[in-house]
């Protein structure tokens, strides 16, 4: 247990190194609490591109099938805001959970988001 959260630490600072051409109004969202039979809960992440050149979002790869990403398909020019979108599927999931969502963009430089919460049955 201890290697994985040393592991997502050190990913978390590597990926905070490399990303910073898009910087993100904040990189962990918490629901809280959130019941089962509500269904699906979303959160949109808002960065800015500040870097001197348009980037592209190329990818966003959840870390399960229980979390879906949606993103700004068009090139964010320097200074313009951009999103990404995390839904995530509580159904048979009851319980503490933390997803991560890695975001490539078209410079290969890569970011991480983390959602989490508490699922109540």
């Known amino acids: 247990m201890r290697k994985i959260i040393f592991t997502i630490i050190l990913l978390s600072n590597i990926s905070f190194l490399n990303g910073q051409d898009l910087n993100f109004n904040e990189k962990e969202f918490d629901f809280g609490e959130i019941k089962e039979l509500e269904g699906k809960v979303s959160h949109k ?19 399960c099938g229980c979390t879906t990403p949606n993103w ?13 979108i995390a839904e995530y599927n509580p159904k048979g999931r009851p319980g503490v959970f933390r997803k991560s969502l890695s975001v490539v963009t078209n410079d290969n430089k890569r970011s991480l988001l983390f959602i989490k919460g508490k699922v109540n049955r």
């Open 45 to 63: 992440f808002t960065f800015t591109n500040t870097s001197g050149k348009p980037i592209k979002i190329l990818s966003v790869k959840p870390s």
């Open 72 to 84: 700004s398909k068009n090139e964010i020019k320097p200074g313009k805001e951009g999103f990404i």
